[in-house]
């Protein structure tokens, strides 16, 4: 029976047009040694690789992401003897000390089988070097918030990804500046529940969305959640199938959780965040598909970003069955200035309106005062924490209902806690740049004024 071999085409790439590439150097290299490339591992170094026509990287920055097991290494192990040939200076840099000395164990060994001379080879768990005579050399480090600070190289590599923090980047993403032909690489997996880096999947993003700038992406995943059993989608997803990755290997990996699988295996990238303070599970459990039966006025909140960029405003209102129902109303520019607001509240029927931010509370509260709305509840520090704590409790006990928002289920289902004062009070801040956290903000503040209104049964929460 003929072999089958994994797709060897990414099925997302983004590259810049190029018509020269160094990569048959690295491949060259590679395979003087006892490996020996197969398709995607070249073409994808010719990507890596690619020369314009002043003979610099095609890309100064390049990523891609590929389920385990399949060789990913085996990229980074061509690019750094190709490296070590050319006299760059290379920084390698991983999550795991155990990662970063493993690479430094098999690229010594790997540059002996290719004839590269090694003046100094440094053993030093968590300081291994290689350095040539030339004065080429790759530098090992696991990474840190300060790692890399005041040292130059001309190409930074990031393995295991998934686990690069913004405060990371910040040490590192400088250390290439003063090469003249740097370039940095990217290279891991989707993140998982335990993943605690933000760096790849912005990076992803902003290049899948059309920014970025002498930059490349690619992966091999499945574009949602699918059926671990499809071996189809397993020779779609690994292109190292047939070669050195067999299907039986995989076959056992289906016992697993069905989404680890997806990621994994299939390499799905998440539309949610597994480590938001609120998961989406949390969330969906308390949507409803019809507008539930209400009583009583409506609880407004408002809350002016930290950012002074945005405002948003949100209502909660009992509902028949005593749950809590809530619903984001607009989320808006603050330059856009307050008629809006203050046409909805002029318009609706409420009972209480609860205003936050120091960038805009006072100015909403004297401009209804003026238009004779109402009075608006300005909260102390210990009132909105307890408006926060209650409103966690609330999703927890079932107490909130809500109509799906894609919007509002964006910022709660990719958020996590800040602290708020000096005895345990917490917030929320955003894990997405693009989503508005005061969406959240202001449901919560209309959540608790809502629930603490007479007729609610009373909780106090102390810290």
């Known amino acids: 029976m003929d072999t089958r071999y994994g797709e060897q085409t990414p099925t997302v790439s983004v590259i810049e047009p190029y018509e020269k590439s160094l990569g048959q150097q690295a491949i060259d290299l590679y395979n003087e040694t006892d490996h020996k490339a197969i398709p995607w591992q070249v073409s994808m170094m010719y990507d890596i690789m690619a020369v314009n026509e002043d003979g610099l990287w095609a890309h100064q920055k390049f990523g891609f992401s590929l389920a385990r097991r399949n060789g990913k290494s085996e990229i980074i192990l061509a690019r750094c003897l190709r490296a070590l040939k050319y006299g760059e200076r290379v920084l390698y ?27 100094s080879s440094l053993k030093g768990y968590g300081k291994e070097h290689l350095i040539t005579p030339e004065g080429g050399g790759i530098w090992f480090r696991t990474r840190t918030s300060t790692g890399g600070l005041g040292e130059g190289y001309d190409l930074l590599i990031i393995d295991e990804a998934q686990e690069y923090t913004p405060e990371q980047a910040t040490a590192l993403q400088y250390v290439v500046t003063d090469s003249q032909n740097p370039q940095t690489i990217m290279i891991g997996t989707p993140p998982t529940a335990v993943s605690a880096g933000t760096v790849f999947p912005e990076y992803r993003k902003t290049l899948l969305q059309g920014g970025g700038y002498e930059s490349g992406w690619c992966e091999w995943s499945v574009p949602e959640l699918s059926d671990k059993y499809d071996e189809d989608l397993w020779y779609k997803t690994n292109p190292s199938l047939g070669y050195f990755l067999q299907a039986r290997a995989i076959r056992s990996e289906t016992a697993g959780d069905e989404i680890d699988f997806n990621i994994q295996r299939l390499g799905h990238w998440l539309s949610y965040n597994q480590k938001s303070a609120i998961t989406a599970a949390e969330w969906d459990a308390l949507k409803v598909d019809e507008l539930p039966k209400l009583k009583g006025k409506l609880f407004v909140g ?5 950012d002074n960029e945005n405002v948003s405003v949100s209502i909660a209102v009992k509902t028949a069955d005593d749950k809590i129902f809530v619903e984001a109303i607009d989320c808006r520019p603050i330059k856009a200035g307050l008629e809006w607001i203050l046409s909805f509240l002029d318009a609706a029927s409420w009972k209480t309106v609860v205003v936050d931010g120091d960038n805009g509370k006072m100015m909403l509260k004297d401009a209804m005062k003026q238009a004779k709305i109402g009075k608006a509840v300005i909260p102390s520090v210990p009132e909105i924490i307890n408006a926060y704590a209650l409103w966690e409790q609330g999703i927890a006990r079932g107490n909130i209902v809500h109509m799906e928002q894609s919007a509002a289920t964006q910022v709660i289902t990719n958020c996590e806690k800040r602290a708020i004062g ?10 997405i740049k693009t989503a508005d956290i005061s969406i959240l903000d202001s449901m919560a503040l209309a959540y608790w004024q809502c629930y603490e209104n007479k007729g609610s049964k009373k909780q106090n929460i102390s810290y």
């Open 302 to 306: 408002v809350k002016f970003g930290h």
């Open 422 to 431: 000096s005895k345990g009070g917490f917030g929320y801040q955003s894990q």
């Open 93 to 119: 840099t991983a999550h795991r000390t155990a990662t970063s000395h493993a690479i430094w164990e098999r690229l010594g060994r790997m540059c002996e089988q290719a004839g590269i001379e090694i003046k």
